[in-house]
């Protein structure tokens, strides 16, 4: 057989029908298929309420004041034109890696390689992020119910952002992200379904919080705090819709949850339906709570006293009531509530690796299942160790952009596979659903606003973005270019 020349490597796809329709039923390198529509609906909202409400309102209300709840909208927008994407490759490709996978069967494996390493440092740096977000609220939890705090040096990173830059604080850890990660990690040794059971219980408990903390903060509302509406503060260029579109970019990492639900393709019974299901479902929970909640607060509390403000729900809380209780009871609600984000997400992580590995482009200790579990022992042990020791170490200032990049740039790709996977006829035969309004109109839609956001990302973002990248690219060309099982077939 003629060998594919350097070019045809590059642009090489993956049969559908060798991605992994039928894993679960035996092998020490299956995954079980033991999720219906509820639970993976949970995964999704597990994935996504709780990060962008509980800490990332202090992030991005300075960057857009009341205005933030436009910010809201438009990541919702942008994230529910991609969930149509999404849903309708996932019903075509119905395989674990999501937007990796869908990259790979379409536009071929240079650009999939590149679309996985945005996705590990999406879900790898949001489980740190959460992780740290938790332990906010955690320290908050203990100060109100039995007066004792954290040490300061036990709950500070030791890389911050500071006026001047980063800062080195040696002899400070952050310890609590690191006991949540690894407690998550021993939850999803256990295995994929009891996981799923645990997260959805976590996730009810959540939206039960989120309302009682809607219902106490519109007791203390005030139409006033919407004026001005947008920023009008423009020092640090952040005035008026560019503070929207900026604050978008700071939330938007908060949609992941999409991609979390496509990432469990293996793992999911009749993944072609239940798939596009589970992604609409969750993208609807997910928009009605975050524009509730967010009126709320911005409607209780006065946009210039968001910033820096730790566990900041907890705290609108206490300040519309004058009482502890409110508060202490949404600090743990947001303790459980947090704890399924961070479980979620790491399981997206070993999801993705567990997808490239058998493909052949990282090492095969990643695809290695426990035949009793069926969960990848070592990789999720990997990620579990990565993620604590950036939770331990770094400011989550750093973090929060740098995964809406991650995801921006997936979702970009996701969109752009579907005209894609039309013109080939990928998967058609098995119908399933199908983006509304012809192959282009919502998939370039959603590319346009996802670029729209991405402009206002800031310059240290994309510096570490484009090394990152350039770490990916040298690993392709060095080692995954080689050993994929597409290149071993040629």
Known sequence: ????????????????????????????????????????????????????????????????????????????????????????????????????????????????????????????????????GWSAYLNHFLTN????????????????????????????????????????????????????????????IKLVILTFFAVVAFSGFNIEHFTPFFNTDNSKGLGGMAGVTAAAGTVFFSFIGLDTVATAGSEVKDPRRNVPLGILAALIIVTVFYLLVAVAAVGAQPAGMFAGQEAGLAVILQNVTGKAWPALVLSAGAVISVFSVTLVTIYGQSRILYAISKDGLISKSFHVVNERTRAPVSNTIIVCMVVSVVAGLVDSTFLWDMVSMGTLVAFIVVSAAVPVIRRKGIGMESGGFRVPFGAYLIPGLSIFACLYILKDLSITTYRVFFIWMAIAIVTYFTYSRHHSKLHRKA
């Open 145 to 204: 119910s039995i007066g004792w705090q954290i040490p300061e040096m036990l709950r500070s990173p030791m890389i911050v952002s500071g006026v001047d830059g980063v800062e080195f604080h040696f002899g400070q850890f952050n310890l609590p992200p690191v006991i949540l990660v690894m407690i998550c990690g021993v939850l999803l040794l256990r295995g994929t379904k009891e996981s799923a059971t645990v997260n959805a219980v976590m996730v009810m």
């Open 1 to 132: 057989m003629k060998q594919p020349t350097f070019g045809q490597q590059l642009i090489r796809t993956k049969p559908i029908e060798n991605h992994d329709h039928n894993e679960g039923t035996s092998g020490q390198h299956g995954l079980q298929r033991s999720l219906g529509v509820f639970p993976l609906t949970m995964i999704g909202v597990g994935a996504t309420i709780g990060t962008g409400i509980f800490f990332t309102m202090v992030e991005a209300v300075p960057k857009a004041g009341p205005s933030v709840i436009l910010a809201f909208l438009m990541a919702a927008l942008t994230a529910g034109l991609t969930a149509l994407c999404y849903a309708e490759l996932s019903s075509r490709i119905p395989a674990s890696g999501s937007s990796y996978s869908f990259a790979y069967a379409t536009i071929g494996e240079f650009s999939a390689f590149i679309v996985a390493a945005c996705l590990l440092l999406e879900y790898g740096l949001a489980a740190s992020a959460t992780a740290i």
